[in-house]
T-cell receptor, first 116, second 112 residues
Framework: NAGVMQNPRHLVRRRGQEARLRCSPM?????VYWYRQLPEEGLKFMVY????????ESGMPKERFSAEFPKEGPSILRIQQVVRGDSAAYFC??????????????FGPGTRLTVL | KQEVTQIPAALSVPEGENLVLNCSFT??????LQWFRQDPGKGLTSLLL?????REQTSGRLNASLDKSSGRSTLYIAASQPGDSATYLC???????????FGEGTQLTVNP
């Protein structure tokens, strides 16, 4: 059973460009979470999604950031018009349906975004 | 608003020592607590998960305890090894399926 997969692992963008980060959850997992780790800071929650639904986006910046988890395919975190302050490691986690294995979250290797 | 604090921020010990990492949280109404390990430039590896109804969990040389009423958890590492060097993160989940709130981590260095 493959773990949570994220790609790309490293992404370089110039200011003003768009960044698309992809996350494929573990097989059988229908819950996806995105977290951000800024340099020298802890992990902060961004958004929680289930298939085709955003459950909690209270940690997402109000502008330029969006997330989706379509019926088919990976979850996408999209950052429009990136700025240097967006440089960070973005981690995706997945968990199974509620009631299984105490909702343990399993993390992917992260995407390291660098904005020039 | 839940806040998670980890003490110490950094710890350096000689190989073979037993050590304790501390985690505290402000709102005791949690669903579970997880301890993770993060190596430099890498993702998070889940070490132990403790349900709110449990007092402790053990895996190999690791033992995690939970005192929900006082808002504290400890991670005990026995007979530390250089390979244990990493950042250890504590995170709480307040309800089933909800977000994790992380502490800032303890950076552990085990010297040969």
């Amino acid at each position: 059973n493959a773990g949570v997969m994220q790609n790309p692992r490293h992404l370089v963008r110039r200011r003003g460009q768009e960044a698309r980060l992809r996350c494929s959850p573990m097989k059988g997992h229908s819950h996806v979470y995105w977290y951000r780790q800024l340099p020298e800071e802890g992990l902060k929650f961004m958004v929680y999604l289930q298939k085709e639904n955003i459950i909690d986006e209270s940690g997402m910046p109000k502008e330029r950031f969006s997330a989706e988890f379509p019926k088919e395919g990976p979850s996408i975190l999209r950052i429009q018009q990136v700025v240097r302050g967006d440089s960070a490691a973005y981690f995706c986690a997945s968990s199974p349906e509620s009631g299984f294995t105490y909702n343990e979250q399993f993390f992917g290797p992260g995407t390291r975004l660098t904005v020039l | 608003k839940q806040e998670v604090t980890q003490i110490p921020a950094a710890l350096s010990v000689p190989e073979g020592e037993n050590l304790v990492l501390n985690c505290s949280f402000t709102d005791s109404a949690i669903y579970n607590l997880q301890w993770f390990r993060q190596d430099p430039g890498k993702g998070l590896t889940s070490l132990l998960l403790i349900q709110s109804s449990q007092r402790e969990q053990t895996s190999g040389r690791l033992n995690a305890s939970l005192d929900k009423s006082s808002g504290r958890s400890t991670l005990y590492i026995a007979a530390s090894q250089p390979g244990d060097s990493a950042t250890y993160l504590c995170a709480v989940q307040e309800t089933s399926g909800s977000r994790l709130t992380f502490g800032e981590g303890t950076q552990l260095t085990v010297n040969p």
